[in-house]
């Protein structure tokens, strides 16, 4: 069992910066690797981006390429979002998740952070 805890979310202007973390503790050693999604009112949950734990290979979500960047810090066990020129239409609440070493699933997810954009 992985728990995961996000923090770093806010109300930020358009064309600003945050950057989220999430903190893993638990099972780290089982982590495949880790993933960020986001879920706006009244839409469904949609990918962000992803690291490997190990690999550290990454994959983003179009909408945010070129303007978010997943990293991680292992000896922290501690995966961050940098979101660059952020836009309204990227206010949601940030869930990270992570992927378990033998599952194609996303097996342990966070609480959320709320990320607010003001145009």
């Known amino acids: 069992q992985v728990q995961l805890v996000e923090s770093g979310g806010g109300l930020v202007q358009a064309g600003g910066s945050l950057r989220l973390s999430c903190a893993a503790s638990?099972?780290?050693?089982?982590?495949?690797?880790m993933g960020w999604f986001r879920q706006a009112p009244g839409k469904e949950r949609e990918f962000v981006a992803y690291?490997?734990?190990?690999?550290?290979?990454?994959y983003y979500a179009d909408s945010v390429k070129g303007r978010f960047t997943i990293s991680s810090d292992n000896a922290k066990n501690t995966v961050y979002l940098q979101m660059n020129s952020l836009k309204p239409e990227d206010t949601a609440i940030y869930y990270c998740a992570a992927q378990m070493r033998g599952s194609d699933a996303y097996d342990s997810w966070g609480q959320g952070t709320q990320v607010t954009v003001s145009s």
């Open positions: 690291i490997g734990w190990s690999s550290s290979n990454k």
């Open positions: 638990g099972s780290i050693f089982s982590i495949n690797g």
